[in-house]
Each structure stands twice: as structure tokens, then as C-alpha cells.
């Protein structure tokens, strides 16, 4: 763990391991801290928080720039750790990676844009000055999905807007957090600023980070129900907060569109990180008339796609988390079979060979799909491409909004009114039109309703972590 700028074991040296999910094997040990250790990186933060406030925004652009170029010069090495802890292809860690730089340079250049305002007042002897400030130490939590660029799209802002910063990582990937703190390190943030906590029982730590005093702000990604969870505490304290949730992507694919460029799109976002993605498409809602050729296409791309180790050649798609990753999927699709979906590719779990000991899901085609199916409800978060027939643009897009989730959703349309109208009337914070990866650094991500609230990248992402002041001048 790395606590008021020192390496540091848990309390009585405890230590959990860490697993490579694509075989099963130990690949490391790392700090079990608990209570004790998330308090004593508290008060760290809280300690270095005035001076680090007090930094120009020059200074810490400086710093957040010297870890980005730390990253690039790191690049393979992390995508390797990535792909050995996590799982994704080596080709998907190191565009995350890049992607997790990203927002080291994006929010070095937006902390020299954090300014107030002054407002004209009703009264002639009256000035009003807007004044922004850090909100103080930020409390992050971030999951395993994509182990880093979580990180930094929390910390690159946070840093920015001169807030100091505990991080609890997933505990099946600490292994991340270790290699981007030793970057921040290496970038020469002072003492206090940047603290990480690692443990396998994320609840001690969450309690201090949702209930000690000086905490002001929690930032989370991760599940609907830890979330919530979070959240309620984090009210009794009347902290700050900003949740990215699950998600239940729509993905429409209306009459006019192209079912086959439809289908290749859908197929490519649809099995990303092995589907394990809040913004993953989960129902692909597509027009009767193209139905047959958009699963024909679709069915033919996803069986070719490999399961493997993600360290060799030509890999699609990689293991799942862990065997509750893959009951839960599983069940969503016997579900689905037994309410009368058809398979038109995989279905089950992988059985044979060496990929046959329960961690890889064959990538799977659902037809039919009905809205009696969990699948039609539950988010799914592996490889499974559910599709849904509709008839007309009203009922396609009644059936997108119902959900509770509120995060992604992907349109296919060649008739830009409906795309317009579209893309206003659906409830979701992030919608491609036409495109399968509408993310960025430059772009405010978030969702609405169950998928949380707040935005990260993009302008919206340094506000969160800053305070709005106002002063009344008579003069
Ligand atoms: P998932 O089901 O995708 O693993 P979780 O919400 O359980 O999602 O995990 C996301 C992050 O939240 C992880 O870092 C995990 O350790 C953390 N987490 C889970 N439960 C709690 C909790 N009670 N308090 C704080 N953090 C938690």
C-alpha cells in the first residue's frame, strides 16, 4: 500500500492473493488493509491537503503531465499486468492504457481552466465574486473491469482541482493500482497526496472512507447495490459523491440502417472486454424486416471469435471474473433457452480443451428474445448478444427506456430526423449514433437514473471535484 508517500504492509503483515483469471494461477500477494490503514491514509490526505491546495494549477499540471509520459514509456509493461491480472486481450489492455493516459493529459490541461466568475449585482455598491475551490480529500473506490483508466479518470481530476486522494482498488486487480502508484510516485507527488489501500473485504475500508469526517467527496464505480449503499452512508456525512453504476444498453437498429454494417458494429462493442462493460450493449433491439440478416451477420462474426488467453494472437474474447460472473450469465441464458430463445451460437459455458475448466464463456448469439427473459431485465456483463424484434420507432423506443439503468445506448439509422429524435427522447447519459465507441477523455461520461450520477472526463470532470464560493463585496 502506499500511505503518506511510503510503501507500507497491512497491520501484522496480512496479505491476500491475487489470481491470473484465465488459468486459475497465484500471481502475486499484496496488502490486506482494513479500517486501520483507509484512516491512517485518510489523515495523510487530509494532512497534505493545504499545501497541495495551495500548489498553482501550473505546478499540478506539471506533475499530472510527468505521470502521463511515465505511462507511455510504460505502456506494455502495464497492458501486460493488465492482461495477466485482468484478462483482456494484451491489444484491448494497451488501449486502455492509452486511454487511462488520456486523462492525466486532459485534466493537466483543465486544471489551468478552473476560473470563477464575477456577476453584476442589483446593487450599485455591491460585487459579487464566484469563487472555485477543491472540495477537499477524495475517497475513491473503482472496480476491476477496467483496472486502470478508472483510476485515473478519478485521480487526474482530482489532483487537478488540488483535492488529495485514497484509492481502494478492486480486489482483483490491486496489481494496476500498484504499477499507476508507483507512477505517481515516480512523478514526484509530495507526500499525503496520492494514498492507496489495498484489501480483499472492501466494507471496513468503504465505512471509513463513507464516514470519517474529513473525507468530502466519494467517487465510485462499481455495482448498482454497493452504490446505493455508498451512497446512503456518504448522505449521513452530507459528502459529495458521484457514482458511475451498471448499465442496460439498448442498441436499435432501425429499418433504414444497414443490418450487416449494424451487426458488425454491434458485435465488436457487444464482446469488448468479454461483454464486461457498464456500457455494453445487453438488448439489441432491431426492426423485424432486418432481423434475419442482422443475426445471420452477427451469428457468423461471433462464432469465429476466439476465447483464450489474452496474451496470444488472434484473442476475442477473455475469461470471465470469477464462476459467479459465469452462473450469472449462465442463467440468463438457460432463462432465456427454456422461455423459448434460440442459440444461434455458443450457450454455455466452454467445456473442452484447455479452455474447459469453467472460466470462458462461449461467446453467444441469442434470437428471439422476448421480454418475459431476465436478459430482457438484468444486466448481464459477459458475452452474450441478446436480439429483440420491434416494429415501429415508437415501440423501439419505449422498449430502450424500460429500464431502471440509464447509461448507454447505441442508435442505427440512416435518417438523421430520427436519429435526432432519437437521440433526445432516450433516457441514457451517453448514446453513439452510427457508433460503437462514443467515449473520450474530451467527453463527459456518466449515466442517469440507477447508473448513477455526476460525469467523468471531459469539462463536467474536474467540477466535481470543486467547491463553489461566493462573495458579496460592498464597497
Ligand atoms: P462488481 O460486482 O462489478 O465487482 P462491486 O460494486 O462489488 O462490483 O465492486 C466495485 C468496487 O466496489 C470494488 O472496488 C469493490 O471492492 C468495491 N466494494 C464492494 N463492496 C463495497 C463496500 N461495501 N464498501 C466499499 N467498497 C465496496
Avoid at 106 to 112: D, G, I, M, P, S
Avoid at 262 to 275: I, P, Q
Avoid at 348 to 372: H, R
Wanted: with cysteine; proline share 5%.
Amino acid at each position: 500500500m502506499f500511505i503518506d508517500g511510503k510503501w507500507c504492509e497491512a497491520e501484522g503483515g496480512k496479505t491476500f492473493d491475487v489470481f491470473n483469471p484465465a488459468n486459475g494461477e497465484k500471481i502475486a500477494e499484496v496488502p490486506d488493509g482494513g479500517a486501520a490503514e483507509a484512516t491512517r491514509a485518510v489523515e495523510a490526505a487530509e494532512a497534505a491537503f493545504g499545501d497541495w491546495s495551495q500548489t498553482t494549477a501550473y505546478q499540478r499540471a506539471a506533475f499530472l503531465m510527468r505521470a502521463h509520459a511515465l505511462m507511455i514509456e510504460r505502456k506494455e509493461d502495464l497492458a501486460r499486468t493488465m492482461t495477466e491480472e485482468q484478462g483482456k486481450p494484451l491489444k484491448a489492455s494497451r488501449n486502455e492504457v492509452q486511454y487511462g493516459a488520456d486523462f492525466l493529459q486532459w485534466f493537466a490541461e483543465e486544471a489551468k481552466r478552473v476560473s470563477g466568475a464575477v456577476l453584476p449585482s442589483a446593487r450599485s455598491d455591491q460585487r459579487f465574486i464566484v469563487l472555485k475551490q477543491p472540495v477537499g480529500v477524495v475517497a475513491a473506490v473503482t472496480p476491476w473491469n477496467y483496472p486502470i483508466s478508472m483510476i485515473t479518470r478519478k485521480v487526474a481530476p482530482a489532483l487537478a482541482a488540488g483535492c488529495t486522494v485514497v484509492l481502494k482498488p478492486a480486489e482483483a486487480t490491486p496489481m494496476c493500482a500498484i504499477a499507476m502508484f508507483k507512477i505517481f510516485e515516480e512523478a514526484g507527488l509530495p507526500q499525503g497526496v496520492v494514498n492507496l489501500v489495498t484489501g480483499l473485504d472492501p466494507k471496513p475500508i468503504g465505512s471509513v472512507f463513507t464516514g470519517h469526517r474529513a473525507v468530502r467527496k466519494l467517487t465510485f464505480t462499481g455495482s448498482t447495490a454497493v452504490g446505493k449503499m455508498l451512497a446512503g452512508e456518504a448522505a449521513k456525512g452530507m459528502k459529495r459523491i458521484s457514482l458511475e453504476l451498471g448499465g442496460h444498453a439498448p442498441f436499435i437498429v432501425f429499418e433504414d440502417a444497414d443490418p450487416e454494417h449494424a451487426a458488425k458494429g454491434g458485435s465488436l462493442v457487444k464482446f469488448l472486454n468479454t461483454g464486461q462493460a457498464c456500457i455494453s450493449p445487453n438488448r439489441f433491439l432491431v426492426h423485424r424486416s432486418l432481423v434475419e440478416k442482422f443475426t445471420e451477420t452477427m451469428t457468423a462474426r461471433v462464432s469465429k471469435m476466439k476465447a483464450g488467453s489474452g496474451f496470444e494472437e488472434g484473442i476475442a474474447i477473455g475469461p470471465l471474473v470469477n464462476q459467479a460472473a459465469i452462473d450469472k450469465v449462465d442463467n440468463q441464458v438457460s432463462d432465456a433457452l427454456a422461455k423459448g430463445a434460440t442459440a444461434t451460437t455458443g450457450g454455455g459455458p466452454l467445456t473442452e480443451g484447455a479452455l474447459g475448466d469453467g472460466k470462458f464463456y462461449a461467446p453467444t448469439v441469442l434470437a428471439d428474445v422476448t421480454p418475459e427473459m431476465l436478459i430482457y431485465r438484468e444486466e448481464t456483463f459477459g458475452p452474450v448478444a441478446a436480439i429483440i424484434p420491434f416494429d415501429t420507432e415508437e415501440e423501439a423506443i419505449a422498449m430502450a427506456n424500460d429500464t431502471e439503468y440509464g447509461l448507454a445506448a447505441y442508435i442505427y439509422t440512416r435518417d438523421i430526423s430520427r436519429a435526432m429524435r432519437t437521440f433526445e427522447r432516450l433516457r441514457f447519459g451517453i448514446i453513439g449514433i452510427n457508433d460503437i465507441n462514443p467515449t473520450s477523455a474530451a467527453a463527459p461520461f456518466g449515466g442517469m437514473k440507477d447508473s448513477g450520477m455526476g460525469r467523468e472526463g471531459a469539462q463536467e470532470g474536474i467540477e466535481e471535484y470543486l467547491e463553489t464560493k461566493l462573495g458579496g463585496f460592498s464597497v
